[in-house]
């Protein structure tokens, strides 16, 4: 894959973890023809682990596209 594309999919899930922080929910998969989310205050466990899962693949994706 060319750099540019590794380097916006990278900040592109930087951008969905950080998202996920400031509104409280993170997108987590589909059930169906809808979209699963994991909210802060229902399930923390869940989405913390989310979140930290985006930010991992965020990071690794942009460390490779150099």
Do not use: Q
């Not at 540019?4 to 899930?13: D, F």
């Not at 699963?36 to 930010?55: A, H, Q, S, T, W």
């Amino acid at each position: 894959m060319s750099p540019l594309l590794l380097k916006i999919i990278g900040v592109l899930a930087i951008g969905m973890a950080v998202w996920g922080l400031v509104t409280g929910k993170v997108m987590a998969g589909a059930r169906g023809l809808d979209t699963n989310y994991y909210y802060r205050k229902e399930n923390p466990l869940l989405f913390y682990g989310f979140v930290v899962v985006y930010l991992f693949i965020g990071v690794v994706v942009l460390s490779s596209s150099r």
